[in-house]
């Protein structure tokens, strides 16, 4: 996809009132192009299923929520509900992705502020198929670039 086949795709979207002007006027085309020929778009267009903002609810043991519960209630089930931006569904495995806007200089800063939300992710996916999840990722959105986390 090229950037005339985005803008021209901005456009359109305004046109039928999709997108605000202003809305559209902070779209970075060249941002856009590069998430589309990212590897999490072909893998998710080449998987089983994959799923957009995909809401779960499970139960996790307390010392998987903090760390710091006392030893006699670490493993009482809590709740554990939220939304992953993709989650791609293969045979024999699932793939957590997360998009991150924050404007950091370093991809590896957002695995640093964020690796406890994909591994929390990353066990209410595995209960939820009962697949194993190979990996978790997190995409820039600001750089552009995807990063695993583990």
Known sequence: MSIEDIEKEISRLCSISRLSEQEAASIDPEKVRRFLTSTIVTDALNSQEYYREYRFTVNIPASMADEDVPDEIKDYPVILQGSVDLAIEN?????????????????NELSRRYRKQLMLYKEALHQT??????????????????????
């Not at 045979?91 to 991809?107: A, G, R, S």
């Open 91 to 107: 045979k024999d495995d699932i793939i957590v992705v997360d998009y991150k806007t924050d404007k950091v200089n370093d991809v």
């Open 129 to 150: 198929f009962s697949k194993p999840v190979s990996k978790c990722l997190i995409y820039s959105i600001y750089l552009g670039e995807v990063l695993e986390v583990s």
